[in-house]
């Protein structure tokens, strides 16, 4: 008889075990990127993780027959709730051995969590907010995953039907062969552009100088996103974490920004260079040998992931995507960098998908939010 009982991670040592659960289910699969251990169990302090001002979350283990055999945590953004008026509970951090039972009775404990505070319906996976992976993957399990993704088993969605859950969104990933060269009237164009409404592209030597730009490129991150279902605002006193957790560890090369005359930032493209065989060599840790890997990934590497992307509402459908990929093809050249993969898109925004039509974009990935009434 099969015994399966669901605990609340209480300890640190349960945080630890909640954090490593998923280093043992998938310590067979070559698709799988771990996390840093160290930053999973950061983002999971409430004295370190800003979004606890406006969140809560609860960490539950499964275990079945005495053995870890799943993981979930049950969140609640209060800012989507009260602000948005979405009565919504989070799902996150969703790992799980191929098992019904143990599958419904971490979801069940979510549902749990929801009725008590009165909310309406489930959604995920998602994280405390749009700063984290959201999705399950559907399509794409034999490709490696990467740093800004989820990585899962194919019978995950089975796991989530089976318990009642049904589609909320897609999301779509593509991959791309970066041109040996792009087309003259790109260049005419992005220059063309500069001059018609007064821009230039920034460009920065060091991270130092890159990062008094920081709290602009948010602020236009959120104008630029609000429109989406499904984002929520980044709130000023989130920035600051935000920054020391990305911007100062990316290359200002990766990073491109076009700015007025008066120096407002109205367009932005961030880039990373694959970290996935270099989160897996370092297979959790930074030392004694994981600094070097992602620093060796860093310096040399020919694949790419397009993070974001972000244009001023203003200057939409003026033609400033020209000048980024420009920008974005320079930088390919100068790294010799010959395939680049888009972050994952929602289904519905077909505006940024048809960004990429002319570089003949094959759809390698999709993700999906389940959803289910409590």
């Known amino acids: 008889m099969q015994s399966i009982s669901i ?15 998923p280093f043992q289910l998938y310590k067979n699969s070559k698709q799988w990127v771990p996390p840093i251990i160290k930053e999973e169990l950061e983002n999971f302090d409430r004295e370190k993780n800003p979004a606890y001002k406006e969140a809560e979350a609860w960490f539950y283990l499964a275990t079945k027959n005495g053995k870890i055999a799943g993981r979930v945590a049950a969140i609640i953004n ?4 009260k602000d948005l008026g979405k009565p919504k509970m989070r799902f996150g951090w969703f790992d799980c051995i191929d098992d019904e039972a143990v599958a419904r009775a971490l979801l069940d404990k979510v549902a749990e969590v929801g009725k008590t505070h009165n909310l309406e319906y489930i959604e995920g ?25 989820n990585y899962n088993y194919a019978y995950y969605p089975k796991l989530m039907e089976l318990a009642g859950f049904e589609k909320e969104v897609d999301w779509k990933e593509y991959g791309i062969n970066v041109p040996k060269v792009i087309p003259d009237k790109i260049h005419k164009f992005s220059a063309l552009l500069l001059q018609k409404f007064n821009l230039k592209v920034l460009r920065f030597k060091s991270n130092k100088e890159l990062l008094p730009y920081a709290d602009q490129i948010f602020d236009l991150m959120n104008r630029s996103y609000s429109s989406l279902e499904s984002f929520t605002p980044i709130k000023p006193y989130q920035v600051e974490h935000y920054k020391n957790k990305f911007l100062k560890f990316i290359h200002p090369d990766f990073i491109n920004l076009i700015a007025d005359e008066n ?4 367009a932005f ?8 065989l270099a989160l897996q060599k370092a297979n959790g840790k930074l030392f004694p040998f994981g600094f070097y890997h992602l620093l060796q990934a ?18 939409l459908r003026k033609g400033l995507t020209a000048i980024i990929f420009k920008e974005v ?6 790294r010799e960098i010959t395939y680049v993969e888009t972050n994952p898109e929602l289904e519905t925004n077909t505006q940024v998908q048809a960004l990429w039509k002319d570089y003949d974009p094959q759809l390698i990935k999709k993700w999906r939010t389940f959803r289910k009434t409590i």
């Not at 605990?7 to 659960?21: A, D, G, H, T, Y």
């Not at 996976?125 to 800004?148: C, H, T, V, W, Y």
């Open 7 to 21: 605990r609340e991670v209480q300890s640190k040592n349960e945080m630890l075990e909640f954090v490593k659960f």
């Open 78 to 81: 209060w800012s989507e709730v």
């Open 125 to 149: 996976p998602a994280g405390f907010s749009n700063m984290d992976k959201a999705g399950m993957l559907i399509e794409g399990f034999d490709r490696i995953g990467s740093m800004p993704t």
């Open 263 to 266: 120096n407002k930032i109205v």
């Open 269 to 276: 493209s961030v880039i990373i260079p694959s970290f996935s």
């Open 298 to 315: 860093q310096r040399k590497n020919d694949k790419a992931t397009m993070l974001l992307i972000g244009i001023d509402p203003e200057y």
């Open 329 to 334: 093809y320079d930088l390919f050249t100068r």
